[in-house]
């Protein structure tokens, strides 16, 4: 399997681990609301790694932002409360950059 294919999965995976527990972390009990986050972020999540990485960091803060608001747009159609979807959006992708960012410089510190 291609490298890139393998890195972008492994991206995926770690932002669904993460936001999902960060979902919980908030207090989210909802199956429906925690299920839909695996689409959510394939959703986002792919586009983000296939295009963004090598476009620099002014790219990357808009990209950040355009995805905080589709999420916050997805998770408002599951809620139906638009103060709680800004929340989870906002608090996830916060926690899950955080970690893509961690994860990123444990590789760079490898290498």
Known sequence: MDMRVV???????????????????????????????????????????????????PVLVLAEVVIVLIEATLYFVITKDIRQSVIYSTLCNIASLFFGILVLLMILLIN
Do not use: H
């Not at 993460?18 to 986002?44: D, F, H, Q």
């Open 7 to 57: 890195a972008l999965l492994m991206a995926l995976t770690l932002t669904i681990i993460v936001e999902w527990c960060m979902l919980l972390i908030i207090g989210e009990k909802r199956k429906r609301v925690l299920y839909s986050s695996i689409p959510i972020n394939a959703l986002t999540n792919l586009p983000l790694n296939m295009f963004v990485p090598s476009s620099g960091l």
